[in-house]
DNA sequence: GATGAATGAGCATTCATTCAT
DNA sequence: TATGAATGAATGCTCATTCAT
């Protein structure tokens, strides 16, 4: 990708994070990286199109982020130390964008939200990513159920759901709330849940 | 509080749920409730303040309903089955609001969430809420440990925190993907819960 | 009507005139009589609006001078003199907008073209004048020729359409050509007619 | 001229007469032939110099018609009948440029307009024609009046000028206007013509 | 208490124009 | 010859805000 177009990107990505999608202006946007507002319009048709192009952008790369993180061949402790070990997650999402998730996960939820208000493709692509996830969660869970290293009682659907929620809502009410500290909680959180389920 | 000033809160509240901060302008607010863009201002010294009070206004709520669902005296089967009937909560937060939460979720949230971005204050009493919630939610949870009804060698500290976040995934992701339904789920999830915790 | 939007309406006539549709900005229209551009927005939804409204208005009142330029009680002298006495009508219109349509009948010509190209309610209005003008042409000139004062040979419809064309005509091409003065040539085109037409 | 050049001037031209000036882009020609924008400028300083020079490829086009038109040895009815021969007329235009006028006279008359209006030489190219054809209307009518043909207390100065007012205002307001059919109303205007200036 | 006129700063967008390559 | 990146000024439009009435 050419190179203006590529900070372009990045930076609206990070004004769109911070001040949202009616919040940041092109004109910003374009004198922050040294370029006037036209200069914007070489590459993209029109704000939308940037603001669209930049989520798939970052949809994208958590879609990747998100397919490396299962894999078959993990014990059930590493399967679900991995799902809690968030600082990593956080990491590697924090090395793509400028964005720190530990603290912005919240506006990061907010883009989401306001990218699926505006383009029913991002809809689709971020309900697949979840899906995805969910699936493969219910998935690993039922090959741990049949070795019995997971009860057998439990509703695996369900479990991977609550699994990928507890996830989810961890770092949103983290991001809301300082007294929670996933660094620290997280391992917490993991061993229960590998105490919970076990057979 | 002076019947005008309600008109408008309560007008505003819907106009900002219907259509976000940027897109609900004082004139259509005003013009819908009768008066003029001019009259707010005898309120609201802003379109900011307004917009926080209608904020104020609906955590407030959702402080006091939440407030409302910790009781002890409950069974755990009782306490657990009410933390995941998302449906009575929608319909209690619904019928406090004149929004349709059950169709409309998604856009209460993308409110909450605009205004936690813009209030600093707002987002200590979500936090708060959050905070009391996972509070009370421990101290049940090591009731129940002490009875014999939870597993003695969980953590209900972070099992707290992880049922909260688990309430509050569930709604996001749901909102983010319509696969997900709530209404089907949410028992299930009650019951492998219950199993899960069992001692 | 008000005093504001009158200004406002008379001086976009006269820059729409001098500049066109595209070449009158709302900016330059509104700093002239010394409001700024936002102002307009108080009493015209649209430059479109604007625009239409200031075509109706003229139109308005050109289609008021042609009704009252027609009479039922005329010698044929009277009516033919009337029809060529460019100055009197020129007059009339210029009292009422701020436009000297004898050096500017181009202007005014140019803007009823965009007029019927933008709106097409103005494209009934103007066919609607013309229709009309050319109507009574006609019931005058059959009038006349039934007294014997028009050769009974003459085809009084397209004897009616020749002379309103030849009005129009002759202010477009007096208006291109300073050769042609239409002070000067008004009399004898006016004679010429009377001796042409007369049985 | 050069190849490229020409293709240029013809693609404006079209993209002129179906957008007029403003709507016409630079960019939309230059793509719709094949180069960019910043090639226009190699061959036209600006837009307003393309703008003028295919408006006097136009109006030499329609200059020679003109002259064309008149020709010494044509009988009267043979002169006064292509006078009014509209549809000759649109054709052999048509012809030159890419353009349909019986449909597109309008917007035809409308470009024209806009050039006259922006630039002065080509009101006096235009003057110019209408002076010259009025003139060699009025030589004609000479000759035709001393042939005793035409009535003799006709003013010939006037006349010429009232029929070459009558063709411009025929199109006019046929344009404006579409009651009139100039294919039928001009064979009966050339009727009536010939009867009124008959000795 | 409330109106309505008016402001002014902001926005997305367009486009002729320039110029290094 | 021609490209394509970039500019910059302009445009229509929106809207929170002010204030005299």
Redesign the interface.
């Given at each position: 990708m050419n190179e203006t177009k590529e900070k372009i990107l990045l930076k609206a990505l990070q004004y769109f994070t911070e001040n949202?999608y009616?919040?940041a202006s092109l004109n910003k946007i374009a004198r922050s990286i040294g370029i006037t507002k036209g200069g914007i319009y070489h590459y993209f048709a029109s704000k939308d199109e940037l603001f669209h192009d930049c989520l798939v952008f970052m949809f994208t790369a958590i879609q990747d982020i998100s397919m490396a993180m299962v894999s078959e061949d993990m014990t059930i402790k590493e399967f679900v130390r991995g799902l809690f070990s968030f600082e990593d997650l956080f990491k590697a999402l924090a090395a793509m964008f400028n964005i720190n998730l530990l603290n912005d996960y919240?506006?990061f939820?907010?883009l989401?939200?306001?990218g699926?208000?505006k383009f029913p493709d991002l809809?689709l692509m971020?309900?697949n990513i979840?899906?995805f996830l969910?699936n493969e969660l219910e998935k690993a869970l039922l090959r741990y159920q049949q070795r019995g290293e997971v009860?057998k009682?439990?509703?695996c659907?369900?479990?991977a759901?609550?699994l990928?929620?507890?996830?989810?809502?961890?770092m949103?009410?983290a991001g809301?709330?300082?007294?929670?500290d996933l660094k620290i909680?997280g391992n917490?959180?993991a061993?229960?849940?590998l105490?919970?389920?076990k057979a």
């Open positions: 949202d009616e919040g919240f506006n939820a907010y989401m939200f306001a699926i208000k809809k971020i309900g979840y899906t969910i009860n009682i439990l509703d659907n369900a479990l759901f609550e990928g929620a507890m996830m989810e809502g961890a949103l009410v809301l709330d300082k007294d929670f909680l917490t959180m061993e229960n849940v105490i919970m389920v």
